[in-house]
């Protein structure tokens, strides 16, 4: 049998390095792990999308994105025709955005984020993976977050915050945390709840997500 080609795609300024703790059967899975490049100048999320697609070089494989990881994969999904996306932490229209986050929209008040503070490394963790982020050690932020280039920041924030998406594709698979910090469940539709998970559970809850997601990754074939 051939193996099942995974592709994960890490959180805003994230390194693959999150993914370090799923496992996932070599038997079964091939895991490869996709990282964030530069945008190009006013490059819209599509664009960007279909640019990181060049990066999948297998047929009929599986994409899971966690954060604003999971809103790209479902834009690669035109680009790469996967056999699932899984999405983890994430929401799968703009309706599911906190309204702090519409209300920046409305406002355009995200462009007055001071993104050159988030060279400091605690705010930028705390920005990327919420306040839950904070009990852990400043190395872990290190290790973690890697892209702290303001002209990319300032263009993930913009992306997340003006994702035009208005339609729920029915065919995503929805993982997400019940005390998620950064997109609350409660404006989350349709999701696999996993219980005490928070915006950081790819690093908390791996347990779960190694028992669970070969499961999900295999069902209906």
């Not at 795609?9 to 390095?17: E, K, R, Y």
Request: glycine residues 4%.
């Amino acid at each position: 049998m051939s193996k099942i080609h995974v592709y994960f795609m890490p959180g805003m300024a994230a390194s693959p390095s999150i993914f370090e703790r799923i496992q996932l059967s070599v038997e079964t899975f091939e895991i490869h792990l996709l990282e964030w490049v530069s945008p190009k100048k006013s490059e819209s999320l599509k664009g960007y999308a279909k640019r990181m697609s060049e990066n999948v070089k297998h047929e009929n494989v599986i994409l899971v994105g966690v954060s604003f990881g999971g809103i790209l994969v479902q834009e690669m999904k035109s680009f790469v025709n996967p056999k699932k996306v899984i999405i983890i932490s994430s929401v799968k229209s703009n309706s599911e955005l906190p309204q702090r986050m519409k209300i920046a929209k409305t406002t355009k008040a995200y462009k007055l984020i001071p993104t050159k503070l988030f060279e400091n490394i605690e705010l930028l963790a705390k920005y990327t993976f919420g306040s839950s982020i904070l009990k852990q050690k400043i190395k872990l932020y290190e290790k973690f977050l890697f892209v702290r280039d303001k002209v990319y920041l300032d263009w993930a924030i913009e992306q997340i915050i003006n994702w035009d998406r208005t339609e729920i594709d029915n065919e995503i698979i929805h993982i997400h945390g019940e005390a998620d910090e950064v997109f609350p469940i409660k404006h989350i539709k349709k999701c696999i709840i996993v219980k005490g998970g928070t915006h950081i559970m790819i690093l908390t809850k791996y347990r779960w997500l190694n028992e669970n997601l070969p499961k999900i990754m295999l069902e209906n074939g």
